[in-house]
């Protein structure tokens, strides 16, 4: 482990996880998959130890049996449990967690600063985050909460860890749950797109997995055009749409269907 008050250097840096669910895993495979780290700087624990040690298998990882032993030896401590497991989980270690050489970034849903100073001691450094499953693959989002309690020094290592895979999008603590909401629910709903997209093409004639490959493209390279040039979905649309031509009759019956009603809705729905 880093000494306190040594620079943190990532070829040195130890990444713990507290839970090694889904998102865990994907997080991880992205920074090892990225050149961030490497499997061996990574240790995890989780509910059922048998089945940690498959999942850490593939990237050489370290499986631990308890919460305390991660916080012990990593250097940043990634909580991936439930959010009703996060404070039983982390309040036993609060001094492990609270010393200058370790922060906690937390990926709990739900969770913000305020409702770990409940439970962690004020020196605790702690950033609260909401990730998504593309972080797996370098292309993911991390919604991030603009307020934390991280050293100068932790914060620039936060940021070289997960700027490598994800677009680190800072929001005020009020908007941590629609930002992540957009951002780690809509893979799901943009996969029943590309799946609806699919079907479409089938039903025409293509074979399914060029359906697949063609409509997941278009959505990746959709989202890459408006984050490079920066121009509104609505102008992107009209860019497509020619006077009396295909495209325009397709929004048309989108628009008969209530699409975009529809992906509103989601988003009320989750957020009640």
Not at 58 to 71: C, D, Q, T
Not at 210 to 216: F, V
Request: hydrophobic share 45%.
């Amino acid at each position: 482990m880093l000494a306190k008050g040594t620079q943190m250097e990532l070829s040195n840096l130890t990444v713990g996880f507290v839970g090694y669910g889904n998102m865990a895993q994907a997080i991880a495979k992205g920074l090892v998959d990225a050149g961030v780290v490497r499997g061996k700087q990574i240790v995890a624990c989780a509910g059922h130890f048998d089945k940690l040690q498959e999942a850490t298998r593939s990237l050489g990882a370290r499986p631990l049996h308890s919460a305390a032993e991660v916080a012990a030896a990593a250097d940043v401590v990634i909580v991936a449990v439930k959010p009703y497991l996060v404070e039983q989980l982390c309040a036993p270690i609060a001094n492990e967690l609270s010393n200058d050489s370790t922060f906690v970034v937390s990926i709990a849903a739900g969770f913000t600063l305020e409702r770990f100073s409940s439970f962690l001691p004020e020196q605790a450094h702690v950033v609260c985050t909401i990730p998504n499953t593309p972080i797996a693959v370098g292309q993911g989002v991390l919604v991030t909460e603009s307020r934390d309690t991280l050293t100068d020094d932790q914060r620039e290592v936060f940021t070289s860890l997960f700027s490598n895979i994800a677009l680190i999008e800072r929001v005020d603590s009020n908007q941590l749950s629609i930002g992540g909401t957009i951002a780690g629910c809509g893979p799901a709903y943009a996969a029943i797109f590309i799946e609806a997209l699919a079907d479409a093409g089938v039903k025409h004639g293509l074979q399914r997995a060029s359906a697949y490959r063609l409509a997941a493209k278009m959505v990746q390279g959709t989202g890459a055009l408006n984050i490079a040039t920066g121009t509104i979905p609505a102008a992107m649309k009209d860019a497509v749409c020619s006077p009396g031509g295909t495209t325009i009759k397709g929004v048309a019956a989108l628009e008969r269907h209530a699409f975009r009603g529809a992906v509103i809705d989601a988003i009320d729905a989750v957020e009640g």
